[in-house]
């Protein structure tokens, strides 16, 4: 899908203002959490100590208060109606009143801040992807087969976990909404980046044709629906779930390149 440039600047700018919220939030938590975010931000963004510029003494950051008050403002409408949405799956989109009660702001204050409801469902899905890519950091990139396999469903299944009330209202009239849709799409190409990361060696095997078509299965293998039909329509537990995904994969993959070596 081409983005016009419009549009990629408003996503820019969703993105980073809900940054922003979570960095808040992370800051203000015990030591280890803020630095742990803070890495993870870091390898989000791609910086890097050698790519950061050199200066005698940091200067200070003058944030505007104003605007650091409307940010928050944003952030907890965009949970508010987060948190609806959880309680209520089947109701894609409360109405202004719900959200203003649960934000504790007046229905005045969300249109001050988003032109419509629209924008505001818009506005929670980057929010969420930017809040997944902090919550769900690569790990064991270099572990064994086995490792990698179990780490990258337990990371799948807790942004699955915590997601799927958001990606059920994202997919309500969807064809409609090329705005939704382009974010749909980010998720999904995210999930099938990180798997072509955790599972490099295994790919590697494979001619690029063959490569696209097991990324296509996986993605579609852990896909948000496959997680909850496991939770909801079959009654099966985190772990149970984890394990069918963990067994799935392990099939599917085709055989670590150590493992071809003779003894």
Not at 51 to 73: F, N, Q, V, W, Y
Not at 149 to 177: H, K, M, P, Y
Request: net charge neutral; hydrophobic share 45%; charged share 25%.
């Amino acid at each position: 899908m081409q983005l016009s440039s419009t549009f990629q600047a408003a996503l820019a700018l969703n993105q980073e203002s809900y940054c922003i919220g979570i960095a808040n939030i992370c800051i203000s938590g015990p030591y280890p959490a803020r630095m742990a975010f803070h890495g993870e931000l870091a390898a989000e963004m791609n910086w890097t100590d050698d790519a950061a510029p050199a200066a005698a003494a940091p200067k200070p950051i003058r944030m505007d208060g104003r605007r650091l008050r409307s940010e928050r403002t944003k952030q907890l409408i965009i949970e508010a109606y987060l948190d609806l949405i959880r309680e209520n799956p089947s109701v894609p989109m409360p109405t202004a009143a719900e959200i203003a009660a649960r934000a504790g702001y007046s229905v005045r204050s969300i249109f001050e801040r988003f032109p419509d409801l629209h924008t505001l469902r818009v506005a929670a899905a980057d929010y969420s992807l930017a809040h997944a890519a902090a919550l769900a950091p690569a790990r064991d990139v270099d572990g064994d087969r086995a490792t990698r396999i179990r780490s990258q469903v337990e990371t799948r299944a807790g942004t699955c976990e915590r997601g799927v009330a958001l990606w059920r209202a994202l997919l309500f009239n969807v064809d409609e909404n090329d705005a939704l849709k382009a974010r749909i799409k980010i998720a999904r190409d995210r999930t099938i980046q990180r798997m072509e990361l955790m599972y490099r060696p295994e790919l590697s095997m494979l001619s690029l044709i063959e490569r696209r078509n097991l990324l296509i299965a996986l993605e579609a293998v852990t896909d948000i629906e496959s997680w909850a039909r496991m939770r909801d329509m079959h009654g099966l537990s985190f772990a149970e779930s984890c394990g069918v995904w963990i067994r799935a994969i392990d099939r599917i993959l085709p055989p670590t390149p150590q493992e071809l070596a003779p003894s």
